[in-house]
């Protein structure tokens, strides 16, 4: 006979593990929507001990006849299926995916995955790997800008350390390869600012990592990018950026060859900043960038054929103008370049002879009284004369060259004595810096100081032969540019004043 059994409740623990499975279930829905990150993050561990406590439980339940125990094997089915879930979405399914893809070299495929983890999982554990690895995808595929986008973006959110020396690395070889790339495009300015970023952490790495191999290939880099970025600046016009930053390359690499290319590239710079500056009306200005960059020029010890620039800066500046700043950088004791600028305005403006003739010669004493030169032949007083206030001087030129004589006193005059002939000079009576030079500009030159009484007349011979006085020597200011430029101004005013 046939025993009918049963069937048993539930019992109170079943009842309130089903309560809280469902209260999690809830929980989950809502996660999804309001986090999806941790969703996915909980999901595989949650599911793993539900399965286990719902096969449990059904097994439990089942065994004793209880109504609910096909309940559990819902709930086993339910999370389950969220385990597989979890193994083919969301950021874990994500993250395998981007890795085999790395290993594979498929660097598009990777960023893909981890771009996906990033941007809709930024609260999953993996948003962090996901991060620092999709940095090194976008390098290895040549993204530098999204490279360095991930790397700032790493850095802020306190995942990647920013004094990692393979970050340091990594941003100097992007930004080096953006400015490049930019430079090739002719976008100078985004050229400039990326080559000035990559010295910037290229100094940085030699500072804080002296012993690196990139610390060493950094005393090569640096110098290049800074010319590049030199080029760029100028490229785009601005030109005292440029000027600066080759300043900076021919101070700390003078072994460099790129500072070595700099003299004619800043020189350049300052003749088109010099030039933008004229076309502005700014004439002093453009003056001051001028000389600047002559004396550049000279210290750097670049060649510069100054003569065709001092024509091409100097004719475009009113004449009034021109004369008054000449005089005040003469009277400042900056004697070659004002010499230098009498020299082009003797040639272009003989109406201002006058004018200038007491000013170079006052330059003209200035720089051989610097340089090496003779004492002057004896000045003699031969007799007493009438000529109230003033003095005459006799200078006999016995030698086969023009002679020119400069004297300063109460201002300068200047005069020119034929080869084997005399002359007669009257000036004012007084204290003289006086000076003296061949017309060929071969030595000797002379250089002393004579006070001249009222009413007297002096002598003075110039032989054919060197003087055998005692020479002083000291250190000579004046370039081989600048000899150059002074030997034209000296046969140019000889022929003005013999005419």
């Given at each position: 006979m046939?025993?009918?059994r049963r ?9 309130l593990?089903?309560i809280i499975?469902i209260i ?6 809502i ?17 793993i001990?539900?399965?286990?406590l719902?096969?449990?439980f ?13 309940i559990?094997?819902?709930?086993f089915?339910?999370?389950l ?6 193994s083919?979405?969301g ?22 995955n ?8 930024s609260?999953s554990?993996y948003?962090?790997?996901?991060l620092?690895?999709?940095?090194f995808?976008y390098?290895?595929?040549?993204d ?33 390869k953006?400015a490049?790339k930019?430079?090739?495009?002719q976008?100078?300015?985004s050229?400039s ?6 010295i910037?952490?290229?100094?940085d790495?030699?500072t804080n990592?002296p ?5 060493f290939?950094s005393?090569y880099k ?15 016009g601005n030109?005292n950026?440029?000027?600066e ?16 290319q700099?003299?004619s ?5 300052y003749?088109?900043?010099v ?8 004439y002093k ?18 060649q ?5 620039y001092?024509?091409?800066i ?8 021109l004369l ?8 400042d004791?900056k004697?070659?370049?004002a010499l ?11 109406d ?17 009284s610097k340089g ?11 007799f007493t004369i009438?000529?109230?206030?003033n ?7 016995k ?5 020119i004589?400069?004297?300063?006193g ?8 034929k ?5 007669d000079?009257?000036l004012?009576?007084g204290s003289?810096?006086?000076a003296?030079?061949f017309s ?6 002379y250089?002393?100081q004579?006070?001249?009484e009222?009413n007297?007349?002096y ?7 060197k ?6 020597k000291?250190e ?10 002074i030997?034209?101004?000296?046969t ?8």
């Open positions: 046939y025993e009918y069937r048993n409740n539930l019992g109170f623990g079943s009842i593990l089903i499975f999690i279930i809830i929980g989950f829905l996660l999804y929507f309001i986090n999806k990150g941790k969703f996915w993050d909980f999901l595989p561990a949650t599911s001990v539900i399965i286990i719902s096969l449990i059904a097994i439990f339940n089942m065994a004793r006849r209880s109504s609910g125990g096909f559990f094997i819902i709930f089915l339910i999370f299926g969220g385990l597989v879930l979890s083919l979405f950021p874990f399914a994500l993250n395998k995916n981007a890795q085999k893809a790395a290993d594979d070299a498929d660097y598009n495929a990777a960023i893909k981890y771009n996906e983890i990033i941007k809709t999982y609260t554990k948003y962090d790997e996901a620092k690895n999709i940095v995808d390098y290895n595929t040549g530098y800008e999204n490279t360095i986008k991930y790397l700032n973006l790493g850095i802020e959110k306190k995942i990647i350390n920013s004094e990692s020396l393979d970050v340091k690395r990594m941003f100097s070889d992007s930004y080096s953006l490049e930019a430079y090739k495009n976008d100078y300015n050229a600012l990326n080559y000035v970023m990559a910037d952490i290229l100094k790495i030699f990592f012993n690196s191999d990139e610390a290939i005393t640096i110098p290049e990018y800074l010319y590049k970025a030199a080029e760029s600046y100028k490229k785009m030109y950026q440029g000027i930053i080759l300043k900076e390359l021919i101070k700390d690499y003078p072994e460099s060859d790129y500072s070595k700099s003299g590239l800043i020189f350049d710079s003749i088109e900043e030039l933008n500056l004229i076309e502005n009306l700014k200005e453009a003056l001051d960038e001028y000389l600047s960059a002559l004396d550049l020029a000279s210290e750097s010890g670049t510069i054929q100054s003569t065709a001092d024509s091409q100097f004719s475009k500046i009113p004449e009034d103008t008054e700043y000449t005089i005040n950088i003469c009277e004791g004697h070659e370049r230098q600028i009498f020299t082009f305005m003797l040639n272009s403006y003989p201002q002879t006058e004018t200038i003739n007491p000013y170079y010669a006052a330059c003209k004493i200035g720089i051989i090496t030169y003779d004492t002057l032949p004896e000045i003699k007083e031969s009438k000529n109230q206030g003095f005459v001087l006799n200078i006999n030129n030698s086969e060259k023009e002679l004589l400069y004297f300063n109460s201002k300068g005059s200047l005069f020119v004595i080869a084997k002939s005399r002359l000079i009257t004012p009576m003289y810096d006086i003296a030079e060929d500009n071969t030595p000797p030159v250089y002393g004579f006070n001249f009222e007297k007349k002598s003075q011979v110039f032989s054919a032969e003087s055998t006085t005692e020479t002083t000291k000579s200011k004046s370039n081989n540019s600048e000899s150059t430029t030997t034209t101004a000296t140019t005013t000889e022929t003005t004043l013999a005419q």
